[in-house]
């Protein structure tokens, strides 16, 4: 009997930059799962066999030229957000009181939204997790005075004690997939390390007793903790407490995920104070508050991504090590197992780096991390969701594969009222203005960024369907790297060639000297010469500081992008005078793999550039040094009045330095261009610099500032701030207009002086996501062939055989492992062939048996899984 299965199951997606959604005693006996026999890789014999790491050239399929416009800037005249709770927002779009929720709802409200007739967009970037406090063993503060998750078995143990497949039935409705990494399950390296996952995943599956059993060793390890015969685990008399941080808004699926946690772990003897809080109560806390305080042992974490990344190696240091972008926090700084020089922070360095010859090497190290990952579990990752963003009819509205609407970069550029220049757009957000804002350490909630990134420009445009990079603000670029490396490319902007060595020059500029306010050259830091694996040089256009403006009306100069280079290092430089512990393990980590950096042409800019880490895609292998940083963009005269207050002790851009600082008579402020006290004590640094012509770095930016540039330059700002209120200055579509911190809402408005038309970006249309149907027979004798037949098509014509990159099946037998991976071969367009060789069916166990079939194509960067099962007897 012929069975047929038809399912279209879009992998996760992940980023380069995310976004939020916001010493261990003696191993217990864990009961080991058997090592599983090396599964058989079956190549079709019919195909000629290519190498997979290889970049192949896809077909670049034309885009219809788009009808042109005379306006620039955002297709809207204004953007009105406010915070609409998420359990009203489909209601709130039916009454009109909104046009978009923009953050999106995740699986579970997809019924409600079909059944509003509303429009939506599909994501794949939302994920949810455990964010653990590390501190430890015993707080500083008497309250939560005891921290198990100090020890890494202890973190090991909660993988055993959820049951993420009951999480995704009984939350998402089983819209979503279980997750055990910080890598999105089903995504590239995800599928290519399916034999290590399948594994590890069997290993880590729900088990409430081993989790008890380890939980306890790790307990009763801790001076003064013991266990009674009920169970419950005893500190001073009292039974240990876990402080539970449990967020509220963004969805309405963290409340029972952190319900059904707390649950589990009363069940194993703690009690557990659940903490029921928005994001904007919830961040003072974990995010910018002191992890010593114990006023946490573990939160509700979600993320989201900004970009579809094509690379998640470098996923483990941002989130697991204190070398991440978000160092600047003391729960980050509190991963002390996880940073440079211990084996997990070595590894997560190579992998975020590249730091290999070959792919094999490569893919070694992702294997051996994944072990690690789940060891440590500095993150206990739960879920993979699904995002949906309900909008109104009338909207046109560009999403992203893996970032949705409010975390893509190419939203502000599209979005716009459907056969419509200008009007009005009412915006819906789970929260806003949630922590400062600041483009070096501020805000990085999610809901703060998608309106950020509305005022922000950049050089480049993220791809929504690739990820990959396309130019914004330069013409071309050249791309060199170390011959033998496996780098690729597929775009015609990016020259791509290869070299036996790259030798760096011995003038380029490659790192700061913040003692003496000056550059460090080549030569000076490598006086026996160094070569680099990759060189990037990056041309703009001629008009380039004529044409972009910053919202003040300065003229983008190369000072902003001098002084956003010296800034990123010196924040991390002890001997600055604005020096940031917080920074330190960053510019660290930056600088072990930067060769250095020159300036060709200043007009038109040119700009070289060597480095040791590299991307397997020649379109990511560029630095185009534009002055945007991890949390947004600005120009170099109001970070400068932000430097100022700093070294002045009235201002810190993180707030771990701000809180670091504060006393108990004076406080220092977390720096926000937006609102609060940071706003005065700007504004009487600007001041003082009128007064003085101030220019920073002077050694170094005289050469390319003069006095009487940056007296213009802080004559506009401060006009700005008198029509504004605010210093968010910036260069993107839109202008941030009126600001509201107390009740959350914000008013957007078009940029006039945008040097671009607004359907610049108009080509991207519907991602090109294949469909797959499968079909074999559902009762199958061992010892025999096994055909499979792989449908795969978009909007139900044959998908284009040259805009696919691979079909494989992975085979499963009834141990629930898998035995083989097996090429498919084409037949025609849409239409390939699995077969499992009659010696590979042979040695499988007879029983209850899956094929997963896997399609990835160019066109977009998400592959298509579709599942079959079927009974093998002997």
Known sequence: MKRNTLMLLVGMVIIASMVLAACQPAPAPVVEEPAPAEPVVVEPTAVPEEPVEEPMEPTVEPTPEPVRTTRVGGWLDEIVVSVVDSASAVTQIQAGAIDIYAAGMSSDALPEIEAAGLDYAQSNGLYYELTFNAYGPFFDQSTGAVNPFFYAKAREAMNWLVDRDYINREVYNGGALPKFWSIITNMPDYTKMAETVRRLEAKYAYNPEAADAQMEEVMLGIEGVTRGTDGKYMFGGEQVTLIFIIRTDSDKTRVPIGDYVANQLESIGFAVDRQYKTSSEASPIWVSGNVADGLWHLYTGAWSATIIDRDEGDNFEFFDTPQSAYGFSSTWQAFTSTALGTPYGDLADKLAYNKFETIEERDAAMAEMLELALTESIHVWLIDGKNFTPYREGLDVTYDLAAGVDGSMIWPYTIRLTGEEGGQLKWGAPDLFVDPWNPIAGSNWAFDQAIGQATWGDAYMIDPHTGLYWPQRFDRAEVTIQTGLPVGKTLDWVDLKFADEIVVPEDAIVDW????QAFITAAEKFPEGTTAKRQSIVYYPADLFDTVKWHDGSPLDLGDFIYAWIITLDLGKEASA???EAYAANAEALLANYKGFKILSENPLTIEVWGDSYQTDAELNITTMWPSFSYGEAPWHVLAMGARADEAGELAFSGDKADAKSTDTATVEWFSQIGGPSLEIVSKWLDTSIEESYIPYTTVLSAFITPEEALARYENAKTFFAEYGHYNIATGPYILSEVFLTEKIATLIQNPDFPDL?????????????????????????????????????????????????????????????????????????????????????????????????????????????????????
């Not at 000297?513 to 003496?516: G, R, S």
């Not at 696919?804 to 849409?830: F, H, M, Q, R």
């Open 513 to 516: 000297d913040a003692e003496n």
């Open 578 to 580: 604005i020096y940031d």
């Open 758 to 874: 607004s359907d610049k970006w108009a080509q991207f249309g519907d991602p090109k996501v294949a469909t797959i149907e499968l079909e074999g027979e559902g009762s199958v004798v061992l010892g025999g062939e096994i055909v499979f037949d792989v449908y795969v098509t978009f909007d139900g014509e044959p998908y284009e055989a040259d805009e696919i990159k691979e079909v494989k099946g992975l085979l499963y037998d009834a141990t629930g492992l898998i035995v083989a991976v097996v090429e498919g071969v084409l037949v025609e367009d849409g239409y390939y062939t699995i077969t499992v060789p009659a010696d590979v069916s042979a040695a499988m166990e007879a029983g209850a048996s899956k094929l997963e079939a896997v399609v990835v194509p160019f066109t977009v960067a998400i592959p298509s899984f579709v599942a079959l099962e079927f009974v093998t007897v002997k």
